[in-house]
């Protein structure tokens, strides 16, 4: 028995016998329970005092099963017995676990035939708390340590351990909520299998309906997403290649500025675009009013809907578009195009037949990537939508508002993952294999020839033109958040700012009055927490897909890359229909905030992770394990501190992401952990414009300091040239 | 403290590393490196010789066949558990660690106290002559430097066996004679297990006390320098030994331990080498072929096609009816012209009988 497997063993027996075994009322942080009547009080008992108390009998089986690895301790590791042992008592104690889990909730038996076996249970539990967890571990490891003896992954423990511990948490908080959500769209309101009424739910109106092609009614939700996304997907990514080519070959110099444009959507709440747009081409917009003036036309209300939604989301995605796209079309090999042109064809074929060809397959990745982003927006829809009706806010309106159906919500969320998936899918299975990029990092200078005339000035104006925009809507969120009522009462003031941000000093210290200042420290707080999280499991997963070969690494990229397809609304319902009840109960906890943040983020952290590692020679990890290092050791003491630009810019990006995002928040904010974004939209929902505005605009000063310290401590490291790998790497938003 | 050598055997026991199932990289390779012996795996690239390298340290996994070392079975241990270590085509210094600390890197992994860390450390950069330099980042020294400390880091370890994957090939050619005998004077004052591995004949040739010829993942050959170069087995490893013709013909009666063997108008005989009647070949180094006057008895009549003057030699390519041969001679005096019916004469020593390369290739 080694150190690693004594230390395991320790942590599930104190797990066991010293810490609460279910969840506190009081919440994760909350110690009051030491001194409230523990450890007897069953409310906060370790498992050992349930049990002496005639409690809780189905946690027996525990307690054998955590202390058979001891059996272990007088056999050789090479030992097949020494595996065995660890795998059945790692595996059955894990099993047991989650099977007394599931099997025993808050009413006591969770499904009819086990009562029907085994006659009522007079006994109930609630969800797994402290103990329960540090158990699950102990099994958990106890299983891949065991799995590693025997071989697996060449009996690399810190390697399976990783892989199973990974596999665990995915499975947990990706799977385990989408099966949920598969599992209640199939269910009636009294938990009974209705596939009739699915099937009904499936093929409603509301969803499908063709009525927009034939008569004044409404099309169905899906389709208004599925338009919406194509346009967009169109749209972005033509708007993308133009500014792509204007910087490599239309000769602009100022390409730090647009540069710098990109970095926007990063530090951009979804909303704020929408709300800027309102206040250009609202019912009392700048344009709308100076318009309506000139030509004595009535001010309309046509940007509700899709008009707005498309322009906002534009705007909000045209700089993915450009990332991804900026690197296709500097990878197309400058000696490609300087072989056509000695070939005798002019510029415009050399375009035509060279370039734009090898640029395909990025131009597809582009579509893909916006595609998903409009289907997963929700932001721009809820504040510009009007009668455009998305899938992404009729799941919200389908929890939140009056029909308060949870099954309807699960429905369209089928059909909305359905979509995303596919793309995703596409993406990866049909683009994955196709790339052109044809640069080979030696001996391949030359220039990228310049467009040919007439494209090149319209590439020029069409760039410039949506630049003018982008500056415009910024400046109006900036001048907004100052002005008094938008529209009615365009006075200058500071109303708004000091409305949700004064702060007053009296004699017990620096006093908080501000309106916003609850939500506004609230989401730094899981937001910072969540980041270090997020990039540790990010890295530890690239490290995984980088450098280790093990049984099933195909499914464990596509599980741990899966979230970037999952729309944040599908999230928020599937955490809410999975975590409200035993064995995980979450919702309301400022938990489920950080663990919706990680899984969300997780594949920006492992693909700042792969892009870094891909870097880093190989023979370095061989290096240090020939002179006697472990992997742990290695991961530790060389690939790490080698990574340290993608750890920083991980870190940075999952905090910004976390302060952004709305879609899963909304469904997941409770009164005492309330987050900058919902709070904004509350004040949407009440037209507070003004104050939605201010806080919009200090997050975006206080993500802009983020990025910024990040770009600085970057560049203070002489990496130049990764930072724009980090920034590519965000191409996922909302 | 001094390095010291604890250099042990290697022994491959019918060791295969099979690929996705189906292609071997190494098929069923026995051998034995003897404990204080500088071994050469040479071969062409893709022959299995860096596979068999790196299973020697761990980082790849024997598929079959048992690897045993200082008569210890290793096959299941990793590389970490491995008291084996190797130096790198790419050195693989640490880059974020200086050169003390990579030097004493593997030492730390060890847990070995820490006054031993340091001067055992201090100890093998002054074995590689870079004292003074425990400061510096790798990036701030030469490519021989580097080299050196990547031998300081992995013989401060005093690994039963020390292993070599193409240490020379990133650096210049003049400094590459140097390194290599910096190589071989500590491998030999130490006494350490060495197993190289390289591509360069001549390379292994000049460092090797044996050297294992490796072709189509299978041994070729395993001999000193001099066997393989004077009685190379079969025809590949004449080939890539050095050059050779590699001369049709038949044998057509084996007596005693000399073949009677047939060659075009040739008449010989040659010691049998275990071959039996049949059709073989003559290896041949082009310096051990002399052209003579056409019809010089003995002779092969051959046509002059190509002739070529680098400065120390006469390089001549000559049209026989066994095929093209080329020929080298010291005198570069003697006066041929591009055309001309000229005979060859094999010198007495030097051309061997060997059979047709397995596979046939050559």
Redesign the interface.
Known sequence: MDRTARLWLLIGVAGFCLLPWYTLEDGFWDFSWLFDGYPFDTDYAPGPFLLIQGEKFWLWPLLPLLLVPLATRWRAKSNPAFGWILIVAGGAGFFWLLAQGFAIGLRGWQFEYLELVFGPLGNRQFGMGYGAILVALSFLFALTQGLAARGAVNGDVFVVSSVGFVVALVGLFILYPIVQVLVSAVQDDAGDYAFQLFAEKMTERKIWGLGCLTGPINCGVAWNSLFLAVSVGGLTTLLGLVFALAVTRAGIKSTKLLRALTVLPIITPPFVIGLSIILLFGLSGTVTTTVAEVFGLQPSRWIYGLPGILIAQLLSFTPIAFLVLIGVVEGVSPSLEEAAQTLRADQWRTFRTISLPLMRPGIANAFLLGFIESMADFGNPLVLGGNYDVLSTEIFFAIVGAQNDQGRAAVLAIVLLAFTLGAFYAQRRWLGRKSYTTMTGKGDAGLHPTLPGGLKWAVFGVAGVWTLFTVVVYGMIVYGSFVDVWGLNNTLTFKHYITAFSVGVTEHGIHWSGAAWDSFWTTIEIAAISAPLTAAIGLVTAYLLVRQNFAGKRMFEFGTMLSFAIPGTVIGVSYILAFNVPPFELTGTGAILVLSFIFRNMPVGVRAGIASMAQLDRSLDEASLTLGANTWRTFRKVILPLLRPAILAALVYSFVRAMTAISAVIFLVSAEYDMATSYIIGRVENNDYGLAIAYSTVLIIVMLGAVALLQFLVSERRIGRRDTAGTAVLAGGG | MSIRSNAASVVFEGVSKIYAGTVRAVDNISLKVEPGELVTLLGPSGCGKTTTLRMI???E?ATEGRILIGGEDVT?L???D?D???V???Y?????MTVMENVA??LE??RAPKAEVAEKARGGLDLVGLSGYGDRFPSELSGGQQQRV?VA??LV?EPQVL?FDEPLSNLDARLRRRVRDEIRDIQTKLGLTVVYVTHDQEEALAVSDRIIVMNNAVIAQIGTPRELYDSPADAFVADFIGEANLIPCEVVGVSGGRAEVRAGPLSRDFDARGLSPGPARIAVRPGRISLAAHGTPGSIPAALIKQTYVGSRMEYQVATDLGEIFVTSEDVGAGFDVGAEVGLILAATGPVLVAIAPGGST
Do not use: I, W
Not at chain 2, 92 to 96: D, I, K, Q
């Open positions: 340290a761990g980082l996994r299941g990793s590389a970490t491995r084996v270590s190797m790198f085509q790419s693989a210094l640490f880059p974020h890197y593997g992994s060890a990547a880091r992995a370890l292993l």
